[in-house]
């Protein structure tokens, strides 16, 4: 990404990392999901054994108080990651005009580009995009048809040999670990465990793999910027280079989640925050990059179907204690309106779950 830092990576002085303004002490919650390894998820709060019970106070307090949290015994076999590390390292290191047969364009967002902005400043990045079901419809971000929706296919590269079967067989535990803490938030929220499952009937999921090589000017640049995620839920694996911050609730400090191996990082999306009525808030995250190593990430990105209108959950809702919070939006617009800012340096802000706020 070159040696000398080009302006459109640094960040404003308020948004450059510090190196004092980052807690380590103090990590996010750790939870222990073997209640749920081999145990099916009851179907309503009231129908848990004991260990469940304790497991989902564990996650509404996490929710509640973090946004984010991190879980151990998820049921995602190591090799499974181990995998797709090593499929992302190889696909990362080959060159620029290798990766760029595969890159995003004008009709498919899928694919490999270094190019992203967050919050109009580019990321000291480079990602692989990846859909968990095809064909997956997305909005077309580009091109002529920019008001349109269209089915995508994953677009895979000639090498490393196996990153497509390493990425494929990735998905689908992956994607069994969302359904499981979707279920679990489901029903820390009184509902029925299945109760969100039928909005993610079409999913338009996608996993990413980032690359964050090491930047000369770690004190000018972010990874990715400071952001929420605009979906449901994020299920996030991190190598054991450390570099995500999170913005603790309580008081606004930044905190560097540890790495811990065989563990993923889960965060609240802005979807749940809007279905649960603000009961849980997605939390604001950024990543710091160092000027020595290069770090790898894998977030699995838990969205529902592009069809999907958002909204506070009825059952969490009453016109006189508790009336919703939030009008009702079209996911697929949003993330269209998100997204293909995502690509370019605007002037304006890009869209934000405030923005559907109903004024009280
Ligand atoms: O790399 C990470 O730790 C987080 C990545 C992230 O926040 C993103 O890709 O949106």
Redesign the pocket.
Known sequence: MGSVMDPAFVQAPEHRPKPTDTVEAVGIPLIDLSPVLHSPIPATAAAAPPAIFDLLAEVEAACQEWGFFQVINHGVPSELLDNILAASKGFFALSVEEKRQVKRDDVNPLGYYDTEH?KNVRDW?E?FDFVVEEPTVFPVLAGPRTNEFDSFMNRWPEYPPGFKEACEKYAKAANKLAFKLLELIALTLGLPAKRLNGFFKDQSSFI?L?H?PPCPSPHLAL??GR?K?SGAL?I?A?DDVG??DVKRQSDGEWVR?KPIPNSY?INIGDIIQVWSNDKYESAE???SVNSEKE?F?I?F?FNPAHYVEVQPLEELIDEKKSPAKYNAYNWGKFLKTRKSSNFKKLEVENIQIYHFRKAV
């Open positions: 967050t990045k990602v990413r980032n964050y990874g990715v952001h995620d994020t996030l991190q570099g995500l989640v990082i995250h950024r990543v770090r990430s977030p990105f």
